[in-house]
């Protein structure tokens, strides 16, 4: 599974900027105090502790559930999207075939089972019996491999990338030299048999995604001719539990009850995405124009949700990781001295402490301390040391000019930074921008919406961009955007870690893998693609006028959606 480059993840991650990620005077920023250890909220579900303050307006709604979402582009094919919230809108529509519990186990979806051959390259999966899509249409094997067999299309450039599955005769399907994948067989009508030419620690999660529907998106399929299945992003036909209804840009995204649900019709009748953004999105919680939203997990939002009284307030721990990300074709950050140097010369814990005041953690490996897999033993933790920084720039050859900006070969070493208006970004920004200056660095912020941002870094016109990842479900995840052929926005390329990549997704034992992920992290920096800057807790709450939210860091809110009711 690929690890995006996201706004965020599965609805948990916007915060409220009310207030700012902190006070500032001039170009000076000020640090809040952090909250006592007495006043930092344990992780697990706060319930309301009044829910008759529920606002009127809320009440008013009698079979409809509304969640916060932003900036949805409008790609709603869980295939071809390239904007993590795009995702969260496909999570309503399609189920997958694997899922996720709230640990991270994989347990049946729309499979009912699945078994792997001794030698880990066999995997055959069982559909469970009369599934159908959201128009009643059966829902076959044959779904299932028309599904894998777009993804290893020559033309597929999707957010997913089956390489590393290595499906036996997938690349000669790429190649045009088969009509079919040999590796991809229909034994009967319910079970697809999936045969790869080596063992994977991601196989089963790769190819146990949501399932598309070859009558309404194959029709017509021929390898390398995509234009008709992209034609219906806007016009999705899935078999989770809504479906789509209708996009209205910058406004809203609807959905009904799906009759034909696997696991029963949802009990509430219409749900609704309202798209909001981090200065809106507690005002329209507070006075009830939406139901669920996330924030950013500091102790001033948490205490005016508690103040609400009608929030259900929901904690957990984040598998996802903030960073900034350089971009290798630019020639001064070729140079490893440059990278390391901005890595020394920003002050990332002030970040996380002003943004997150004691629910964040600096990063200095690409997963998060939830995983099993998390371990910085012998990896630089570049803590914030400016006069190591000026010593790596002189070692590169960047002398201070006349006004402190260093210069090389008659080019000033300014940098240009993608970033998105959120909290973490309000406070990223101007640190940044000190704390650069302060070694010789000049510091150019473009704050664009998602989408203007994703153009630009696809086109290469920028030096550094700010993203964070989206939800990490095994370190592969953390790291696969450093892997040679997944690194053309950013030109990063370093053979070394390349095979340990490789390595790390076909070692099935865990505790190999852990020492295969530590050399890793180790190598990475000493090389480093990204800044990594912080993880954080997922904030979210729920309105007291609805049960049944159980959000996690796995599923979101989508996991327990089937599930919510309206309070009577």
């Not at 948990?12 to 700012?20: E, F």
């Not at 529509?93 to 051959?117: C, H, Q, T």
């Not at 991809?184 to 999660?205: E, F, S, Y």
């Not at 002189?394 to 008659?410: E, Q, S, T, Y």
């Amino acid at each position: 599974m690929l690890s995006r480059l996201l706004p965020g993840i599965k609805n948990g991650s916007r915060g409220m900027s009310r207030a700012g990620a902190a006070l500032l005077l001039g170009s000076a920023l000020l640090l809040p105090a952090l909250a006592g250890a007495d006043e930092i909220l344990k992780e697990g579900v706060t319930p309301a502790a009044d829910p008759s303050q529920v606002p009127a307006a809320a009440k008013l709604r009698r079979d409809t559930v509304i969640a916060g979402i932003t900036e949805p582009q409008g790609i709603f094919n869980p295939y071809f999207f390239s904007n993590g919230w795009d995702e969260n809108v496909t999570n309503v529509i399609f189920s997958r075939l694997i899922d996720w519990d709230s640990r991270g186990n994989l347990v049946p979806g729309l499979a009912e089972s699945w078994s792997i051959s001794p030698d880990g390259k066999t995997y055959t999966i069982k559909l469970r019996p009369h599934l159908t899509f959201s128009d009643g249409s059966p829902l076959t094997a044959q779904d299932m491999a028309f599904t894998l067999t777009v993804q290893l299309d020559p033309k597929y450039d999707g957010p997913y990338d089956l390489s590393l599955v290595h499906i036996a005769g997938g690349e000669d399907y790429k190649a045009g030299k088969a009509d079919s994948v040999s590796g991809i067989k229909v034994l009967d009508p319910l079970t697809l048999q999936v045969t790869t030419t080596q063992p994977g620690a991601t196989t089963l999660a790769s190819i146990g995604g949501p399932v598309l529907s070859k009558a309404w998106y194959g029709k017509g399929y021929r390898r390398g001719e995509l234009d008709y299945l992209r034609s219906l992003n806007g016009k999705p036909l899935g078999n989770g539990p809504y479906v789509y209804e209708k996009y209205i840009p910058g406004q809203e995204i609807r959905f009904h009850a799906n009759p034909h649900f696997y696991r029963g019709v949802p009990p509430t009748p219409r749900f609704i995405y309202r798209i909001t953004n981090p200065a809106t999105n507690f005002q329209l919680f507070q006075t009830g124009e939406t139901d669920y939203d996330g924030f950013t997990s500091r102790p001033d939002d948490i205490e005016q949700l508690k103040m609400l009284g009608f929030a259900n307030i929901n904690l957990y721990g984040s598998s996802d990781y903030s960073q900034i990300q350089f971009n290798l074709r630019r020639p001064a950050l070729q140079d490893v001295n440059v990278r390391e140097a901005l890595i020394y010369g920003l002050d990332r814990q002030k970040i996380i402490d002003v943004v997150y005041q004691g629910y964040g953690k600096v990063a200095n490996v690409p997963i998060a301390p939830i995983s099993w897999a998390y371990n910085t033993q012998g990896v630089n933790p570049f803590a914030y040391n400016p006069d190591k920084a000026r010593q790596l720039l002189d070692a590169a050859g960047w002398k201070p000019g006349a006004d402190g900006i260093r210069v090389k070969d008659g080019k000033r070493l300014e940098l240009t930074l993608l970033a998105t208006k959120k909290v973490l970004n309000d406070a990223l920004i101007p640190i940044a921008k000190e704390n650069w200056k302060q070694i010789g660095v000049q510091l150019n912020p473009q704050v664009l919406d998602f989408n203007a941002l994703l153009a630009l870094r696809h086109a290469g016109n920028y030096d550094l961009a700010t993203f964070s990842t989206s939800t990490l479900n095994d370190p592969h995840d953390g790291v696969w955007n450093f892997y040679t052929t997944q690194a053309r926005d950013t030109g990063y390329s370093n053979p070394q870690v390349d095979a340990l990549i490789n390595e790390g997704n076909a070692t099935l034992d865990v505790e190999k893998r852990k020492a295969i992920y530590l050399k890793l992290y180790q190598l990475l920096a000493t090389d480093p693609p990204v800044i990594l800057l912080g993880y954080r807790e997922v904030l979210t709450a729920s309105s007291a006028r609805v049960k049944g939210f159980r959000p996690d860091i796995y599923n979101g809110l989508t996991g327990s959606l089937p599930d919510v009711t309206i309070v009577k």
